[in-house]
């Protein structure tokens, strides 16, 4: 396998280090997540709001404006 590998990298370079590159990303969903939270205090983001907050007071309709 080591012998074919080898092969590989030095006869098509670009594709065998496209695919070592590429094949890389789905491992990194697992790991990086995890290595920001414990090595660099990563807290995530707090969620987006969902509704609108309405206005305590109550509303004055809009005077002067009228054509």
Known sequence: MFK???RFATDQPIV???FA???VGPL???TVPSIRRN???FK???PLPVTYPLPRG???P????ED
Do not use: K
């Open 28 to 30: 990194m969903v697992w």
């Open 39 to 41: 090595y660099f205090g």
């Open 16 to 18: 065998f280090w496209s």
């Open 4 to 6: 074919a590998l080898h």
């Open 21 to 23: 590159i590429g094949s």
């Open 58 to 60: 109550a509303r004055n």
């Open 62 to 65: 809009p005077a002067g404006y």
């Open 44 to 46: 995530g983001v707090e």
